[in-house]
């Protein structure tokens, strides 16, 4: 019964993966029909790429995009092995479907470049982040990158780097114009930053060190006051060579101004450290 269990609920995680994928593919492959395609913006990538054919031979956008990656996964999937993912197949020629066919039945949404390198690298940006979070990819760009990275001392950034500024500058000689090329920048920023969000959260929480000679009256403050849970490291300053507690503490964004003013309160000489933490498991936060 166990094992019976076990295995459903592994069913249903994978269609829910690869429900995620669809849907993402399908935004990503609208955000480029809708925006980026029809404003001449090649936003880096194998998308880049194919739209800068497009205009320069009228070859179909998302059959480029297919002819281009199959063989790029086929290496990816040679070199290392199937656990490279059924998944990134899937989402890979969905993609070049997608675009295809979302291309015969919706019309672009503004013809300001503008507005189609910041929504369009919304939707992308939003598309490739639900599909990473269920596990698949898009193709492209990490594929290549994956490639590059195994022959060359480059790291899979870099060589996605690499990739989008060749992408980015062929557009910018194709069509003739900086100000293209631009465009595309910001429609690669943008998207980063969605993928981002997606993948590990909007809702930033705030993680706090704090080194003072009060550390015990401060944690006592912050779980009656805030009810939140601290936790005490062990350290010693290197250039006093004394032994010090480090209080960590992780509180919500509207709670991290009440807790500056209960240290400064207790100790105005109290040493705070305060970073964002994009995502926090466990008791009082997501689980």
């Known amino acids: 019964m166990v ?13 829910f993966d ?45 059959l ?31 993609l070049a479907a997608a675009v295809e066919s979302w291309g015969q039945v919706v019309q672009p949404l503004t013809a300001d470049p503008l507005l189609g390198s910041l929504w369009g690298g919304v939707l992308a940006g939003v598309g ?5 979070r269920r596990h698949g990819t898009t193709g492209g760009t990490d594929l290549a990158a994956k490639l590059l990275a195994h022959f ?20 910018g000689f194709v069509f003739n114009s900086v100000e293209l090329m631009l465009y595309a920048l910001i429609s690669i920023v943008v998207s980063g930053k ?10 930033y929480s705030k993680g706090v060190y704090i080194i003072s000679e009060h550390s015990d009256r401060i944690a006592q403050r912050i779980m009656h006051e805030l009810d939140r849970g601290v936790t005490g490291l062990s350290g010693r300053g290197i250039y006093s060579d004394q032994s010090r507690e480090v209080l960590l503490c992780v509180v919500g964004r509207a709670e991290e101004m009440r807790l ?19 995502e926090v498991l466990g008791e009082g936060f997501k689980e």
């Open 18 to 62: 690869y429900l995620g994928i669809f849907i993402g593919v399908n935004l990503t492959a609208l955000g480029l029909v809708w925006f980026l395609i029809p404003n001449r913006i090649a936003a880096g990538g194998i998308s880049g790429l194919a739209t800068v054919l497009y205009y320069l031979w009228g070859w179909p956008v998302g």
């Open 128 to 132: 490739v982040g639900i599909a990473l």
């Open 152 to 171: 060359t001392p480059l790291s899979m950034g870099q060589a996605i780097l690499l990739f989008d500024g060749l992408v980015i500058g062929l557009a």
């Open 194 to 203: 969605i993928i981002d969000g997606v993948l590990e959260g909007f809702n």
């Open 260 to 278: 500056k003013r209960l240290v400064k309160a207790e100790d105005p000489k109290a040493f705070v450290i305060v970073t964002n933490v994009h």
């Open 64 to 94: 480029v995009m297919l002819i281009v990656n199959i063989p790029l996964l086929s290496a990816c999937l040679f070199l290392f092995g199937p656990s490279f993912g059924l998944k990134t197949f899937f989402g890979t020629v969905l």
């Open 3 to 15: 094992g019976v269990k076990a295995k459903g609920s592994r069913l249903r995680r994978e269609l």
